[in-house]
């Protein structure tokens, strides 16, 4: 008899033991899934079936079904391990029996379940889709009516006005600025942003560097920063006159 | 003029239980003691009264409808008499094809719910994800909220569950101790069973 080629039919797996075992080293098939009672009796009564008691192939079928039962208890008691493996071994006796006594309840308590169903399967009663809830009414405590007019009073009174006046940010129109670095650039062919906008509160600051941005956007001016955050250095561009010469000499 | 008929009595609590008995008709669930007495607005007690003078009236072998007490409220079933007919009429999806690994499962969370599927795994002794949503689908188990340590969701049996297997609550269920074997009858029994085994 070979036990690998043990036929099963289990509710997680069909076929041969060892394609079994094979699915479950691979992690195909998660050992919690398979019952190993079931295996078992399928093995019994293979071997019922022969008259003589072969028992190399009990021996091989001990050794494969322990293997099985370990990783599939590795899987189920995950955090039991350490609490099992301190108990010596009369104590885990007494755990295992305990636990099997505890499933025999279950399991008896599902048998009552079954019986009880049996037994009410002549009753037949509606089931509808939408549970109703009858609501009881909420009653409201006695009221004092001074209260709720002193309440009323209360919300018709003219809220006081709030003060904006933290909320006025004064922005000086962007052309004023453009006037005047265009004013520098006529005096000077290159000055500092940072010079020019010390002093200025943060709007005036982010409107002067708006104007920065308008020039040279229409190329009046060319920008330069050596890293993030160091000064601006702005310059006025040398192109049309030598563009200009370079244009003359290449037509003439 | 209308004028009501001679049978009907114009006793109050004839007419209370009148009123119950409508509400029941409509309702798609149990309905109890309290909730009867919200909707018909008038107290428990005369509730309960009118109660017993229908439960008097819908019974087994006196008429078709049957007032039970199931599910923690009130309800109208159909006479076993007629189950052969209504079986005609009506599939039972709920409890049709319970296997026993689902019975197993419904027994935990009866008795030990809330309970989560690593619980229902350890004493079961396979994982319980399939059977478990299976139950969920038939309405049998529902949602309790989630495991203070590990997070993981809990379980309990719902009212259907308890209608189903005609209980009036949990508390109908058999003791569990009652049931099955103690440890240590477990153990002389492992131990009689290696006795007996030839050497």
């Given at each position: 008899?070979?036990v690998r080629?043990?036929?099963?039919?289990l509710?997680?797996?069909e076929?041969?033991?060892?394609?079994?075992?094979t699915l479950?080293?691979?992690?195909?098939?998660?050992p919690?899934?398979v019952?190993v009672?079931t295996i078992?009796?399928a093995?019994?009564?293979?071997?019922?079936?022969r008259?003589?008691l072969?028992l190399d192939a009990?021996g091989?079928f001990?050794?494969?079904?322990?293997a099985?039962l370990?990783?599939?208890a590795r899987g189920?008691f995950?955090?039991d391990?350490?609490?099992l493996?301190?108990?010596d071994?009369?104590?885990?006796a007494?755990e295992l029996?305990?636990?099997?006594?505890?499933?025999?309840?279950?399991?008896?308590a599902?048998?009552?379940?079954?019986?009880?169903?049996?037994?009410?399967?002549?009753?037949?009663?509606?089931?509808?889709?939408?549970p109703?809830?009858?609501?009881?009414?909420?009653?409201?405590a006695?009221?004092?009516?001074?209260l709720?007019?002193?309440?009323?009073?209360?919300?018709?009174?003219?809220?006081?006005?709030?003060s904006?006046a933290?909320?006025?940010l004064?922005?000086?129109?962007?052309?004023?600025?453009?006037?005047?670095?265009r004013?520098?650039?006529?005096r000077r062919r290159?000055f500092?942003?940072?010079t020019?906008?010390?002093?200025?509160?943060?709007?005036e600051?982010?409107?002067?560097?708006?104007a920065?941005?308008e020039?040279r956007?229409?190329?009046?001016?060319?920008l330069d920063q050596?890293s993030?955050f160091?000064p601006?250095?702005?310059?006025r561009?040398e192109?049309?006159e030598?563009?200009?010469k370079?244009w003359?000499a290449r037509?003439? | 003029?209308?004028?009501?008929?001679r049978?009907?009595s114009?006793?109050?609590v004839?007419?209370?239980a009148?009123t119950?008995?409508a509400?029941?008709?409509?309702?798609s669930?149990p309905?109890?003691?309290?909730?009867l007495?919200a909707?018909?607005?008038d107290?428990?007690?005369?509730?309960?009264?009118a109660?017993?003078?229908?439960?008097d009236?819908?019974?087994?072998?006196?008429?078709?409808i049957?007032l039970?007490?199931?599910a923690?409220g009130?309800a109208?079933r159909?006479?076993t008499?007629?189950a052969e007919?209504c079986?005609?009429l009506?599939e039972?999806?709920?409890?049709?094809?319970?296997?026993?690994a689902?019975?197993?499962?419904?027994a935990?969370?009866?008795y030990l719910?809330?309970?989560t599927?690593p619980?229902?795994?350890r004493?079961r002794g396979v994982a319980?994800?399939?059977?478990?949503?299976?139950l969920l689908?038939?309405g049998?188990l529902?949602?309790?909220?989630?495991?203070d340590e590990?997070?993981a969701?809990?379980?309990?049996?719902?009212?259907?569950?308890?209608?189903?297997?005609?209980l009036e609550s949990?508390?109908?269920?058999?003791r569990?101790?009652d049931?099955g074997?103690d440890?240590?009858?477990?153990?002389?029994?492992?131990?009689?069973?290696a006795?007996?085994?030839?050497a």
């Amino acid at each position: 008899m070979v036990v690998r080629e043990l036929e099963l039919d289990l509710d997680a797996f069909e076929g041969p033991f060892d394609l079994l075992l094979t699915l479950v080293l691979k992690q195909e098939l998660e050992p919690a899934e398979v019952d190993v009672a079931t295996i078992v009796l399928a093995f019994l009564e293979r071997l019922a079936e022969r008259d003589e008691l072969d028992l190399d192939a009990c021996g091989e079928f001990l050794v494969l079904v322990a293997a099985l039962l370990e990783l599939k208890a590795r899987g189920l008691f995950e955090f039991d391990d350490e609490t099992l493996d301190e108990l010596d071994p009369e104590e885990a006796a007494e755990e295992l029996a305990r636990r099997l006594a505890e499933y025999r309840r279950i399991r008896a308590a599902a048998a009552w379940l079954s019986e009880r169903l049996e037994e009410e399967s002549g009753r037949y009663f509606r089931l509808g889709p939408a549970p109703l809830a009858p609501r009881t009414a909420r009653r409201v405590a006695p009221q004092d009516p001074a209260l709720f007019a002193d309440a009323l009073r209360r919300l018709a009174a003219e809220p006081p006005s709030v003060s904006l006046a933290h909320m006025a940010l004064r922005f000086p129109p962007v052309a004023e600025f453009l006037g005047r670095f265009r004013a520098l650039l006529a005096r000077r062919r290159r000055f500092d942003f940072d010079t020019e906008v010390q002093g200025l509160s943060r709007a005036e600051a982010a409107v002067a560097f708006l104007a920065l941005l308008e020039l040279r956007k229409s190329g009046e001016i060319e920008l330069d920063q050596a890293s993030p955050f160091a000064p601006i250095r702005v310059a006025r561009p040398e192109r049309p006159e030598e563009e200009e010469k370079e244009w003359i000499a290449r037509s003439a | 003029m209308d004028r009501p008929l001679r049978l009907i009595s114009s006793n109050p609590v004839d007419r209370l239980a009148r009123t119950i008995e409508a509400l029941l008709v409509v309702a798609s669930q149990p309905l109890s003691l309290e909730e009867l007495a919200a909707a018909a607005d008038d107290d428990t007690e005369r509730v309960e009264t009118a109660l017993g003078l229908i439960g008097d009236r819908y019974r087994e072998g006196r008429s078709g409808i049957v007032l039970e007490h199931v599910a923690g409220g009130w309800a109208f079933r159909a006479a076993t008499e007629a189950a052969e007919a209504c079986g005609r009429l009506f599939e039972r999806p709920i409890e049709r094809g319970l296997s026993p690994a689902a019975l197993e499962t419904l027994a935990i969370v009866a008795y030990l719910g809330p309970c989560t599927r690593p619980d229902i795994a350890r004493l079961r002794g396979v994982a319980a994800d399939g059977v478990v949503a299976s139950l969920l689908e038939r309405g049998l188990l529902a949602e309790a909220g989630r495991d203070d340590e590990g997070g993981a969701v809990r379980y309990r049996v719902t009212p259907l569950f308890e209608r189903v297997f005609g209980l009036e609550s949990l508390s109908a269920l058999p003791r569990l101790d009652d049931l099955g074997e103690d440890a240590e009858d477990l153990r002389e029994r492992l131990e009689a069973v290696a006795a007996q085994r030839p050497a």
